[in-house]
């Protein structure tokens, strides 16, 4: 989400005139666009704007700006304690960028604007992308859920839709730019609605746009998977047999705790439903071990969904405290060693599973999308197939963006390898 809206406000620069520098050093402009969902990422962003202040040393005409959802969140608190910052912008205040930018010198009343909207989902601009296979595009902004580990309603504000009319002209946009494959976005993505129509019904208007490969959408919230979302996937080719459907935990009363609004045994037969029904489909999954209360019963319940659903792949985390959600006030905290160990214990099994998935592609011809070289031979290929594994394979005149047939001969960890057949 955040690389859509880093474009987005590239979009918005570039018509402006504004064109992209080299490096940082070469920059009249440096703009970070941030992210609040854990501890680390903020981290982050503190050390990287103290590494940028050498630039606005030397050049005092360098602007830097903050925006996104650690500019939302932290607002003020930024500009005490970095305060060269010119500019703090939310995410739903990004269309003030080009103005700010016109004045000689930024007001400090103007310089931070974090004003959360209801409407605001930048349906009539386009964002600036670079060459690629795949394309992101924002179908919906903000999240209701209030998961209460979760900063993202706070910093993001409520849901919203953008219209279908809009989405499928900009999809049209990135076929005509040489795309082959769009992942639509969302907070949530399945509790897309716009007059009436929900997402299924976008996926199937996307679907009729030729010269799009391949849909990809992420990342759905259990709750609001429904029958007609398994249908397209069944009866669409073009939509992708790959699922990521965030799991968090296991164990119902660390659910309830998160309000996650989904049980356990409701999240397996979901899952066992999909596999059951879409050939070939992967499932992905989010997990958060430590929340607090969650204790070494609580944390097999994961590992128990974890063996049942066996998942394709996995983006673990420790839990991290975010101050302003519910979960930051409770004390009942798990301590770091536990919270290390069960991550380590975690990834390994995941581990585990990602090759015994993997294995079971060995004999099969998949159709793989080319996206680049691979990263150890020139003289092979990276691509991917439908349920989004990554395959490396011998070159043979093809180039990326086209559809080649693949043997699968091997799996080591995520990668699968294999030959090009006619
Ligand atoms: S559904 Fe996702 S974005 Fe929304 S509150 Fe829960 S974790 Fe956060």
Redesign the pocket.
């Known amino acids: 989400m955040n690389e859509y809206d880093s474009e987005l406000v590239a979009g918005l620069l570039e018509k402006q005139n504004y064109t992209r520098a080299d490096s940082s050093a070469d920059a009249q402009l440096i703009l970070l666009n941030t992210c609040s969902v854990r501890e680390h990422a903020e981290e982050k962003i503190h050390a990287r704007l103290s590494n940028l202040k050498v630039f606005k040393d030397k050049d005092p005409e360098v602007k830097i700006g903050v925006l996104g959802c650690m500019a939302q969140n932290l607002k003020e608190a930024i500009l005490e304690s970095e305060p060269y910052v010119d500019i703090i912008l939310g995410p739903d205040s990004y269309r003030r960028l080009p103005k700010l930018l016109s004045e000689p010198e930024i007001a400090p009343e103007n310089a931070v604007d974090t004003k959360l909207s209801r409407m605001e989902v930048y349906d009539d601009l386009f964002p600036a992308r670079r060459e690629g296979i795949n394309a992101w595009i924002s179908i919906m902004r903000g999240?209701d859920?209030?998961?209460t580990f979760?900063i993202?309603?706070f910093t993001r504000g409520r849901e919203r839709s953008r219209s279908i009319k809009s989405i499928v002209e900009e999809v049209e946009q990135i076929r005509d730019d040489g795309f082959r494959e769009v992942t639509l976005l969302g907070?949530?993505v399945n509790s897309f609605q716009h007059e009436g129509q929900r997402f299924h019904e976008l996926l199937l208007e996307v679907a009729k746009i030729e010269g799009i490969e391949r849909i990809r959408y992420t990342s759905p919230?259990p709750q609001d998977f429904d029958d007609d979302l398994i249908k397209v996937h069944i009866e669409n080719p073009k939509i992708c047999n790959h699922i990521h459907f965030p799991l968090q935990a296991g164990s119902d009363p660390v659910l309830e705790r998160m309000n996650r609004t989904y049980t356990k045994q409701h999240f397996l037969d979901l899952a066992n439903k999909m596999r059951e029904q879409i050939p070939g489909l992967a499932i992905s999954t989010d997990m958060i071990v430590g929340f607090p209360g969650e204790t070494e019963a609580d944390f097999q319940e994961t590992l128990d969904v974890m063996r049942q659903v066996q998942f394709d792949a996995a983006f673990t985390f420790k839990y991290s405290s975010r101050p302003g959600t519910k979960a930051a006030e409770f004390t009942d905290t798990v301590s770091e060693a536990d919270k290390q160990d069960r991550l380590e214990r975690m990834i390994k099994l995941q581990r585990e599973h990602t090759l015994l998935r993997n294995r079971q592609h060995i004999g099969e011809t998949q159709q793989v999308l080319v996206e680049k070289d691979s990263k150890k031979s020139e003289k092979q290929h990276q691509g991917r197939t439908r349920s989004n594994k990554i395959v490396i394979f011998d070159k043979a005149g093809e180039k990326p963006g086209d559809l080649v047939t693949v043997k699968i001969v091997d799996a080591q960890g995520i990668t699968l390898f294999g030959h090009i057949v006619d």
Do not use: A, I
Request: glycine share 0%; aromatic share 10%; net charge positive.
């Open positions: 999240c859920k209030f998961c979760c993202v309603p907070q949530n919230h």
